[in-house]
């Protein structure tokens, strides 16, 4: 049997189930800490897949922000940040 990929959903909503704010403004839904786990895991991912609408209005970089976490990713032999997939 063909092995599948590993994939893991990460996403952040508010308490009332949003994702974003309907006023076009960005929604903020994280702080410090859970910015460095999502880099974390940012790192650890070949790539990430990203909504078509979402590239559109917000292009969303998705770097692997920490040095060292790049440093790591370099000596593994991947890029630097995993690869930017739209759907």
């Known amino acids: 049997m063909a092995e ?3 994939t893991l959903l990460s996403c952040g909503i508010s308490l009332d189930g949003y994702l974003d704010a309907a006023s076009g403004e960005r929604l903020v839904l994280s702080n410090e800490a859970d910015l ?3 880099d974390a895991v940012r790192a650890e991912c070949d790539a990430i897949l990203v909504g078509a609408a ?3 209005i917000d292009n969303p ?3 692997v922000r ?3 976490r790049q440093e790591e990713r370099a000596a593994r032999g991947l890029s630097p940040s995993p690869t930017k997939v739209t759907s």
């Open 4 to 6: 599948r990929p590993y």
């Open 36 to 38: 460095d786990r999502v």
């Open 54 to 56: 979402t590239v559109r």
């Open 61 to 63: 970089r998705l770097l």
């Open 66 to 68: 920490s040095p060292d």
